[in-house]
T-cell receptor, first 113, second 116 residues
Framework: AQTVTQSQPEMSVQEAETVTLSCTYDTSENNYYLFWYKQPPSRQMILVIRQEAYKQQNATENRFSVNFQKAAKSFSLKISDSQLGDTAMYFCAFTSGTYKYIFGTGTRLKVLA | NAGVMQNPRHLVRRRGQEARLRCSPMKGHSHVYWYRQLPEEGLKFMVYLQKENIIDESGMPKERFSAEFPKEGPSILRIQQVVRGDSAAYFC??????????????FGPGTRLTVT
């Protein structure tokens, strides 16, 4: 069975500092896609960043970047220059190319002023 | 281009009543997915529909839950005789046909169902 694990229920970071959220997954597929979603208090699911497993280069979107370690099945999210607006739940998600997205249980991130 | 729309955003039902959740996909999208998020958990897949067809309902409870996506109008997730355990946030997502080897799904804002 395919699973996604986020082992950090809560994290906090000082404004302007850097924080890394962890995610591991389990699959026997060779080609798949990984995502990080942000869920602010409004509960809207916002796609932060996407990584295709066949690409070796780590994805980057402005202050957000990932460290994708395919052999270790690890997919961590780094947020640089943290801002108060980054306070939210962050979900790691996986799909092997079917329509089912599998989500982790989330990490609650609080950015402190 | 309007995103995925869901209504109502908040729904309160008493035990035993029916809940109807609506989802209008993004323009041009013909695939709809429903996910449920229980408190303090991630989203879990419930059902995948195309126009007038249920493709996969493997994540949906066998009883009291049903979903449809008619030729005209929004997709409906229907929960009959609600119980307190149905209290959750229900998210709808939509996509076009398979592209780039996966179905890129766009999520709506969710409906928070509270059963009293």
């Amino acid at each position: 069975a395919q699973t996604v694990t986020q082992s950090q229920p809560e994290m906090s970071v000082q404004e302007a500092e850097t924080v890394t959220l962890s995610c591991t997954y389990d699959t026997s597929e060779n080609n798949y896609y990984l995502f990080w979603y942000k869920q602010p208090p409004s509960r809207q699911m916002i796609l932060v960043i996407r990584q295709e497993a066949y690409k070796q280069q780590n994805a980057t979107e402005n202050r957000f970047s990932v460290n994708f370690q395919k052999a270790a099945k690890s997919f961590s999210l780094k947020i640089s220059d943290s801002q108060l607006g980054d306070t939210a739940m962050y979900f790691c998600a996986f799909t092997s190319g079917t329509y089912k997205y599998i989500f982790g249980t989330g990490t609650r991130l609080k950015v402190l002023a | 281009n309007a995103g995925v729309m869901q209504n109502p955003r908040h729904l309160v039902r008493r035990r035993g009543q029916e809940a109807r959740l609506r989802c209008s996909p993004m323009k041009g999208h013909s695939h709809v997915y429903w996910y449920r998020q229980l408190p303090e958990e991630g989203l879990k897949f419930m059902v995948y529909l195309q126009k007038e067809n249920i493709i996969d309902e493997s994540g949906m409870p066998k009883e009291r839950f049903s979903a449809e996506f008619p030729k005209e109008g929004p997709s409906i997730l229907r929960i009959q005789q609600v119980v307190r355990g149905d209290s959750a946030a229900y998210f709808c997502a939509s996509s076009t046909w398979r592209r780039d080897s996966y179905y890129e799904q766009y999520f709506g804002p969710g409906t928070r169902l509270t059963v009293t």
